[in-house]
C-alpha cells in the first residue's frame, strides 16, 4: 500500500498535466522513451515500490540516490509514478520554504523544461505545489525531498562549472 501522502500527491497529479493539450505530441513523449545507449529509470518516492512490486511490465532496482522504476515505455495513466507526473517539475524544499521549480534532470529530453514554468498550465504548477506540501508534511516524504533539492542545487553547480569552463 502506497503511503497517504504519496496517494494523495499522485492523485493531484493524476488528470493535470504539463499543458491542456497532449505535450507529449510535441516531442514524441520523449521522457517516455531512454536515451539512446542509456539505461534510464523513474526514481522513485519513498515507499512508491509497493505499487509495483509484481505489476508486469516494470522491474525496479535499489541505488544509493533511492529505487528506480524501469518501465516499457508504455503505462496506464494511473500507473504513472510521481517522478512522471512532476516531469518536468519539481517541489524545491528548503528551510526557507517550498517553491516549484524545473527540474533540472529534465533539461536534457523536455522541450518544456527549456521553456521554463510560465510556458505551463497554471493548474498543474499548482497541483505541483500542493503536492509537495502534502508529501512536506510526511517526515519520511519531506527527507526524500530535501535530498532531491540538494541533488539540484550539485546539477547547478555542476552545469555552472561546464559553462565556466566552456569559455576557458
Ligand atoms: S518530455 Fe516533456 S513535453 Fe515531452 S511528454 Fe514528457 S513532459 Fe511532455
Ligand atoms: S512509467 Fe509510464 S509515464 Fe513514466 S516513463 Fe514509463 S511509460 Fe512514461
Known amino acids: 500500500m502506497l ?3 504519496l496517494k494523495q500527491a499522485r492523485a493531484l497529479l493524476e488528470n493535470v498535466t504539463p499543458l491542456k493539450t497532449d505535450c507529449g505530441l510535441t516531442c514524441g513523449g520523449a521522457c517516455c522513451r531512454p536515451m539512446e545507449g ?7 518516492f519513498p515507499g512508491e515500490e509497493a505499487y509495483y512490486e509484481g505489476r508486469e511490465g516494470y522491474r525496479m532496482t535499489v541505488t544509493d ?3 528506480l522504476l524501469f518501465c516499457s515505455g508504455r503505462c496506464e ?3 504513472r509514478p510521481l517522478s512522471c507526473r512532476l516531469m518536468p517539475l519539481l517541489p524545491i524544499l528548503r528551510e526557507d520554504g517550498m517553491r ?3 527540474d533540472l534532470r529534465a533539461k536534457a529530453v523536455c522541450p ?3 521553456q521554463g514554468k510560465d510556458a505551463l498550465d497554471p493548474a498543474f504548477v499548482a ?11 510526511d517526515e519520511v516524504q519531506k527527507a526524500f525531498l530535501i535530498r532531491l533539492a540538494r541533488q539540484q542545487d550539485e546539477l547547478k553547480a555542476l552545469r555552472n562549472q561546464f559553462r565556466r569552463g ?3
Open 112 to 114: 518544456l523544461a527549456r
Open 166 to 168: 566552456s569559455h576557458v
Open 77 to 79: 495513466r494511473a500507473d
Open 100 to 102: 516549484v521549480a524545473t
Open 38 to 44: 542509456e539505461m534510464t529509470g523513474m526514481l522513485l
Open 127 to 137: 497541483a505541483v505545489r500542493q503536492a509537495g506540501r502534502i508529501l512536506a508534511e
Open 3 to 5: 503511503p497517504e501522502s
Open 65 to 67: 540516490h533511492g529505487t
